[in-house]
C-alpha cells in the first residue's frame, strides 16, 4: 500500500457536489462607480477609467424621443454630488461609441481640457483624434486582456441609422473579467461573447431606449432576463436608466422584474454615485 489512507466508494459519494471554488489570494478588487447614464469610473490597479462620459447639466440637448407626453429634454437628472472628486482621480477614459449620451460636448471638452487619453475601438480613433481628442486603441492600453465585441444598437434600419457601437472584454492580470456590453439589443454577438469568455462582471444597457418610432435600440427588460440566465456565474450591472427621456424602464420595474425571476442575487442596478466592489 503505497499511502496512509484510501479513498472509499462510500467516501467518494458522500463528498459535496459543488464545493466552493478555493480564493486565488492574487485575485484583486475592481470598483464600478456609477454617475449616471452609462457614465461610470471602473477602477482598479492604479487605474481609474471614465466610462462614456456625459458631462452635461440638465436639459442641455433635445429629447430623443420624437413625440409624445413624456418628451423633455436631455439630460433629465444632474451627474451626482460625488462627480466633482470622482472626476479628479480619472487617468483615462473608455469610449464605447460616440452619440451624446456617452460623449457628450461637455464630456468631450472635460477630456481635452484635462488631456485624459480617450481609449476606444481601432476603428474610432482617426475621427476622434481629428476633433482634437487624444485618442488611442484600447487594445495597447496595457491592462491586460482586451478584446472588441461588435453590439447592435437597434434592428434593420434603426440599427445602421445608429452606427457602429463596440463593447470591451477586459481581463487585467489578477482582476475580475468585465464585459462592457455598450449600446446593443440582444444579438448572438453578444450571446456569444458570454458564453465564450464567461466574465465575471457584465454591464449591460437596460433602459428599453425607444424614439417613439420603429422598435427597441437597446435590450428589452425580456431580452435583460434571458441575458441574466445565460450567464449565471456572472454579476451584472444595469445601467442605461432613468438618465434620458426615451428610456422608459424604471430601476424599481426592473429591480421586481429581476426579482420574480429569481436573478436578485446576480444583478446590480446602482443609484448615481453608488460605487459596487467586485473581488
Ligand atoms: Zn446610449
Known amino acids: 500500500m503505497l499511502g496512509t489512507s484510501q479513498t472509499s466508494c462510500e467516501e467518494v459519494f458522500t463528498q459535496p457536489l459543488n464545493r466552493p471554488k478555493p480564493l486565488n489570494p492574487l485575485k484583486k478588487t475592481m470598483k464600478i462607480q456609477h454617475l449616471r447614464n452609462a457614465t461610470m469610473i471602473l477602477r482598479f490597479d492604479a487605474h481609474s477609467l471614465l466610462v462614456d462620459p456625459m458631462l452635461s447639466k440638465p436639459k442641455s440637448f433635445i429629447p430623443f424621443r420624437l413625440w409624445g407626453k413624456n ?3 436631455n439630460p433629465l437628472v444632474p451627474l451626482p454630488d460625488e462627480s466633482d472628486q470622482a472626476l479628479k482621480t480619472v487617468t483615462g477614459i473608455i469610449l ?20 485624459i487619453p480617450v481609449w ?9 483624434k481629428k476633433k482634437g481628442q487624444n485618442a488611442r486603441d484600447l487594445r495597447t492600453a496595457g491592462i491586460g ?5 461588435p453590439s447592435t444598437h437597434g434592428r434593420g434600419i434603426m440599427g445602421k441609422v445608429l452606427g457602429r457601437v463596440v463593447g470591451y472584454y ?21 450571446m456569444d461573447a458570454i458564453s465564450r469568455l464567461q466574465p465575471d462582471i457584465i454591464v449591460a444597457p437596460a433602459g428599453a431606449a ?20 445565460h450567464a449565471p456565474d456572472s454579476q451584472i450591472v444595469f445601467n442605461h436608466l432613468e438618465a434620458l427621456d426615451h428610456c422608459p424602464t424604471t430601476r424599481d420595474g426592473l429591480r ?21 466592489e467586485f473581488n
Not at 452619440?99 to 477630456?111: I, K, M, N, V
Not at 476606444?120 to 476622434?128: C, E, F, I, Y
Not at 486582456?145 to 465585441?149: A, G, L, M, R, S
Not at 418610432?213 to 431580452?223: A, H, K, M, P, Y
Open 170 to 190: 477586459i481581463a487585467p492580470p489578477h482582476q475580475p473579467s468585465i464585459y462592457l456590453i455598450g449600446d446593443s439589443i440582444m444579438t448572438d454577438s453578444v
Open 120 to 128: 476606444t475601438d481601432s476603428r474610432a480613433v482617426a475621427k476622434l
Open 256 to 276: 421586481a422584474r429581476m426579482h420574480e425571476e429569481g436573478l436578485s442575487n446576480q444583478i446590480h442596478i446602482p443609484e448615481d454615485g453608488e460605487e459596487l
Open 145 to 149: 486582456t482586451v478584446e472588441v465585441i
Open 71 to 73: 418628451r423633455r429634454r
Open 210 to 229: 425607444n424614439f417613439g418610432i420603429g422598435g427597441d435600440i437597446l435590450f428589452s427588460v425580456d431580452e435583460l432576463v434571458v441575458l441574466a440566465k
Open 96 to 115: 464605447t461609441h460616440n452619440h451624446p449620451d456617452h460623449f457628450d460636448s461637455a464630456g468631450q471638452d472635460w477630456a481635452k481640457t484635462n488631456k
